[in-house]
């Protein structure tokens, strides 16, 4: 790994612990807002539910580009960020000026992100409302999703993102077509100071594999749709790009020519489901962090097997080839809370959301 590499790991690292820290932030408020999305938190068809949904979104969208319709897309997905984030706008902005129970001053923000979005997509502006997307969806399934459901739902997703991008490649595809959106469906990465998310060209971003020489190279995908009809259901991709490398040169190009990693927002967001729904399902007892009253064992070990996680990943996507990220990161979720549970005395079939049913 050369320097340049490690500073974008390092971002990357901290894009993640903004929106994992940030959902957990959010728990306490989105409870007293209401927000839970669902009756019964515990029953896990929410999860077999939620599947379908996204199942549905990615035919949809997969339609959507081959037939031109890209548009809507960019419209549901733009409209999609503006709602989340005035989800989270609502409960952290002061009420200064309010129109009945409505908080002008929160829609005034949440605008703001769906017009810069519209008008300058560069990747600060995807990377800032992406992140304020990935808290907010992270804590609302966080709460809305129990913990048996929790780990149905990212256990289901990593295989199917496995499924997807080593056997039907079809969210390589959709990579491709998210990525030219320039939406934050995707988290950017940039390893040089003059790179520009405007310039980039996606297109031919979904045909690699490995051996082939091409200027763009998928590493990863991300499970998504965390929000829904929103966000990029999975594959919306992290990539390698290496704009300056010619064309046929790219797949055996020197690491210091990589322009930028892509991450698919949905690989930060899943894995905060399950440390979300830790913080506020599980019975172990809160870590006193004044910051993060919700935070305790099994989140916080939720949130250490994410980065272990995401750690493998940005390994293997510096080896070049596509890579599903979901089974990694979820893997990494799910094993950390369950660490965090048995060390904080939760007995696993209580952990496991197996309890009412046993």
């Known amino acids: 790994m050369n320097a340049r590499e490690a500073r974008g790991v390092a971002v990357a690292a901290a894009l993640f612990f903004l929106v994992q820290v940030g959902a957990l932030a959010m728990v306490g408020p989105f409870e007293t807002a209401g927000y839970q999305a669902v009756e019964d938190p515990s029953n896990p068809t929410n999860s077999f539910v939620y599947i379908v949904a996204i199942l549905v979104a990615t035919a949809l969208m997969l339609a959507a580009f081959k037939y031109a319709f890209e548009r809507a897309v960019k419209a549901v997905v733009v409209f999609s960020s503006a709602l989340v984030s005035w989800y989270v706008f609502a409960v952290v ?33 995807i990377d800032a409302a992406g992140v304020v997307m990935g808290i907010g969806a992270g804590a609302l399934f966080g709460i809305s999703f129990g913990l048996l459901p929790a780990i149905l739902l990212l256990s289901v997703l990593a295989v199917y993102d496995a499924i997807s991008v080593y056997g039907t ?13 320039r939406v ?4 950017v990465v940039p390893l040089s100071l003059s790179y520009s998310l405007l310039d980039d060209d996606f297109s031919g971003a979904n045909e690699v594999h490995e051996g082939e020489s091409v200027s763009a190279s998928p590493a990863t995908d991300g499970e998504g749709d965390p929000v829904p ?13 290496d704009a300056d490398a010619p064309d046929g040169d790219a797949a055996d190009a020197d690491p210091p020519d990589r322009d930028a990693f892509f991450i698919g927002l949905g690989d930060a967001v899943m894995p905060t489901v399950m440390v979300a729904s830790g913080a506020f399902f599980s019975p172990a007892a809160s870590l006193g962090v004044a910051v993060l009253p919700a935070l305790n064992l099994p989140a916080l070990l939720s949130m250490v097997g994410t980065f272990l996680g995401l750690g493998a990943l940005l390994w293997a996507v510096m080896k070049g080839r596509a890579h599903a990220g979901l089974p990694l990161l979820n ?20 952990a496991l959301g197996l309890a009412p049913y046993l």
């Open 229 to 241: 009809d929103g966000d990029a259901p999975d594959g919306a991709a992290a990539t390698d790009r």
């Open 184 to 187: 934050p469906v995707i988290l």
């Open 331 to 350: 893997g990494g979720a799910i094993g950390g809370y369950l660490l965090g549970s048995v060390l904080a005395g939760v007995p696993v079939v209580r």
């Open 169 to 181: 490649r079809h969210m390589l595809s959709l990579a491709e077509g998210v990525m030219a959106l």
């Open 93 to 125: 902005t002061p009420p200064l000026v309010t129109l009945g129970s409505i908080n002008l001053l929160a829609v005034a923000l949440s605008v703001g992100v769906a017009l810069a979005l519209l008008l300058y997509p560069e990747w600060y502006v």
